[in-house]
């Protein structure tokens, strides 16, 4: 069975605090892939960045001060048209989930938010824990804090072999 990892597809890295037009530009692209991994009845794990309201005192929150994806708020909260019903949902406290591991794949495909951030740490960490299962990453449904810093995640990924599409 395939696997979609939905990384981080949340208001706030969308249109919120944290947005950027290139995050809203995907957005149709990912609920398409979504639709299209639904279809075949294949596996959609979506993770959430994930803080408290003590974010601006954490280290992650001095080097990064801005508020975002505060547990319960909207923009905590996947975009609109994006979740389906019944998957599951991983709050991170973090940019890379550890946990991987827990799990099995037989092949996986992430999309999502930041290229950059959190699908670079998230993709590394899959290859890391499934040096034996497909990873790969649709460029086309993902974005990064940048255009340049979103080519760099792809090119640093596609050099620790996962596939770039």
């Not at 999502?112 to 998230?122: A, E, F, H, R, Y």
């Not at 760099?152 to 996962?162: D, E, F, G, R, V």
């Amino acid at each position: 069975m395939k696997t979609l990892i939905v990384v981080d597809m949340q208001n706030d890295f969308i249109d919120g605090a944290l947005g950027t037009k290139e995050a809203q530009a995907i957005v149709g692209n990912v609920a398409a892939k979504i639709k299209e991994y639904r279809a075949n009845g294949d596996e959609i794990i979506y993770t959430r960045d994930t803080h408290d309201e003590d974010y601006l005192d954490t280290p992650e929150g001095k080097k990064l001060p801005v508020k975002h994806c505060i547990k319960g708020t909207k923009g905590w909260e996947i975009a609109d048209g994006l979740y389906v019903a019944g998957a599951d949902c991983i709050d991170k406290p973090n940019f890379g989930w550890p946990n991987w591991n827990e799990r099995s794949f037989d092949e996986i495909e992430l999309v999502g938010l930041c290229t950059d951030i959190c699908v670079v740490s998230n993709a590394l960490i899959l290859k890391a824990q499934f040096p034996d299962v497909p990873v790969s990453v649709d460029a086309s449904c993902c974005a990064g804090v940048t255009p340049d810093s979103h080519e760099a995640a792809l090119i640093t990924m596609k050099m620790c072999q996962i596939d770039i599409k």
